[in-house]
């Protein structure tokens, strides 16, 4: 049986693992890229948390945080608000630049509304269609676990990468 508290104990993952990897962070190693084309560790984890934050909130079908609680004024980035992080071209991802605290702030308020939203669900919600464009259509359960594994994937790569800039003497 598909559960809410797992669900929310896995995205608690998430969380758990920036935050490790923002641990003493400062621009240097938040910007380093193992090559000119790699995702730095401050895209990575600022696109996790887009993606989480737009996502969710169309399932919640609020206004996502990027913009209601102002985060993109924070962020200021250079290209267009509404973008994710999906398929921008390298520079794109050189001119993500962002403290820790800015982005642990970030993620920490789309993880407190997501683990606040999800007690919510019943078990009926988790088959309720969410997505049409696809064949079969998406399900609730199916794109909280879709969100869930991309937001570990990039958590993890973060990880990697941190590791990489350490070995490198970044």
Known sequence: MLSSYLIA???ARVRSIVH????DA?????TFRPDPEANSIAWL???LTRVQDDH???LMNEDQLWDSAGWADRFAFPFAR???GYGQTAEEV?????GASVLAGYLDAVHARTIAWLPTLTTADF????????TPPVTLAVRLVSVLSDDLQHAGQAACVRGLAERAGR
């Open 56 to 58: 969710l909130a169309e």
């Open 127 to 134: 088959s309720r269609v969410v997505d049409t464009r696809w």
């Open 82 to 84: 509404a973008a994710t």
């Open 94 to 98: 050189g001119q993500v630049r962002a």
């Open 26 to 30: 400062d621009e240097e190693l938040l």
């Open 20 to 23: 490790v990897v923002l641990v």
């Open 9 to 11: 104990e896995a995205y």
């Open 45 to 47: 984890i600022w696109h």
